[in-house]
């Protein structure tokens, strides 16, 4: 799946996998379940393939900083213009990057391709976010992916990964469907995985429902970079 699929759904408005609302795996974890306020803002959290999520407003309304990157310029500027952050755009090292410049709300995203982002970008990141990432991707870039993620990772680095598994004879992604097994075969050589929890969600996912779908499950994994 090439950039331009990506850059032209945002262009001509074709968001339908785009989530208006929190996603409550995060609200719960890094929120009710996390670590207190004064902990938070040691804490640096990457989100992959941002699109314009509600997700990073919401970490930076509660106490940690925002490095995201997203290939679309158009999701990023509607990102900091729907949430009405003032920011600046600057060219660093020939990549894009638009960042906060309201005082309390420190968000950076970079435009451009995931896959080409550096170690040192990820500078002082503790803690990763990956909803509609990982399963965004075909089977044949995933273990790019994940190539890409392990690279990018000093040990001690956690990703809560939100899954979604379903038949794909019913459907074809994007979003792509993951068994567990798949998730283990991914990350297990450099990572350790716990299973959080596991939703039936094929009542609330109308979209999907309405492509096909007779079952669909969410499943969020905790993951430690080994
Ligand atoms: C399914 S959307 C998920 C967006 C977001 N994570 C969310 O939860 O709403 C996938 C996003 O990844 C972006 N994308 C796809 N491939 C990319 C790549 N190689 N580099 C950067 N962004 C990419 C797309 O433009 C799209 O916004």
């Known amino acids: 799946m090439e950039l ?3 850059i032209e759904r945002w262009d001509n408005g074709r968001i339908g996998f785009h989530q208006d609302k929190l996603n409550p795996y995060l609200a719960y974890f890094y929120g009710e379940k996390g670590p207190t306020l ?3 803002e040691k ?3 990457f989100v992959p393939l941002c699109g314009k999520s509600k997700d990073m407003l919401w ?3 509660n106490g940690y900083s925002v490095f995201a990157v997203e290939c679309s310029k158009t999701a990023v500027v509607d990102f900091f213009e729907e949430n009405a952050l003032n ?3 600057v060219e660093k090292d020939q990549i894009a990057l638009f960042q906060t410049t309201d005082q309390n709300s420190l968000i950076e995203i970079v435009q451009g391709d995931f896959f080409a982002i550096e170690k040192k970008d990820l500078a002082g990141v503790t803690d990763i976010f990956d909803r509609a990432s990982l399963i965004a991707l075909p089977e044949n870039i995933r273990s790019r992916y994940v ?3 392990t690279e990018l990772q000093d040990s001690g680095i956690r990703t809560l990964l939100v899954t979604l598994t379903y038949d ?3 459907m074809n992604g994007p979003p792509f469907s993951l068994l567990e097994k798949d ?3 991914l990350y297990s050589e450099h990572f350790s995985i716990e299973k959080l929890c596991t939703k039936d969600v094929l009542s609330e996912e109308t979209g999907l429902k309405n492509r096909g779908l007779t079952a669909l499950t969410e499943t969020v994994y905790k993951l430690i970079r080994q």
Do not use: A, G, N
Request: overall charge neutral; proline content about 4%; aromatic content about 12%.
């Open 4 to 6: 331009d699929f990506w």
């Open 168 to 170: 794909p004879t019913e």
């Open 147 to 149: 190539d890409k993620m």
């Open 38 to 40: 004064s902990l938070r």
């Open 59 to 61: 970490l930076s309304q």
């Open 43 to 45: 804490l640096k959290i």
């Open 183 to 185: 998730v283990h075969d």
């Open 87 to 89: 920011y600046k755009h």
